[in-house]
Nanobody, 126 residues
């Protein structure tokens, strides 16, 4: 059973930074892709970033490219999302998710991810 626990959310002013963390347990994750998604009130959950564990290949949605960085600490089974130059439109609940695949195909689709954390709130004030 995969368990994912997020932390690191909070309130930040526009232009500021936050680092989200996701503690992953219950599996050996070398065959997994780890992703971050977000959901704002009244909107669908959307893809933010993902990383294929074994290859470290990454993917980002266009709106966060150059501002967000996803990474893995293999020894600690931690997944991070470094968020810089935050904007009010980044305000959402952020979720960590896992997908049992080493391949890039399907990496953007939330339907490909089977395990989810409980979420952490990020609020960016203008």
């Amino acid at each position: 059973q995969v368990q994912l626990v997020e932390s690191g959310g909070g309130l930040v002013q526009a232009g500021g930074s936050l680092r989200l963390s996701c503690a992953a347990s219950g599996r050996t994750f070398s065959s997994y892709t780890m992703g971050w998604f977000r959901q704002a009130p009244g909107k669908e959950r959307e893809f933010v970033a993902a990383i294929i564990w074994i290859s470290r290949i990454t993917a980002y949605t266009n709106s966060v490219k150059g501002r967000f960085t996803i990474s893995i600490d293999n020894d600690k089974n931690m997944i991070y999302l470094q968020m810089n130059s935050l904007k009010p439109e980044d305000t959402a609940a952020y979720y960590c998710a896992s997908r049992f695949s080493r391949y890039y195909s399907g990496i953007y689709s939330r339907h490909e991810y089977s395990d989810w954390g409980q979420g952490t709130q990020v609020t960016v004030s203008s």
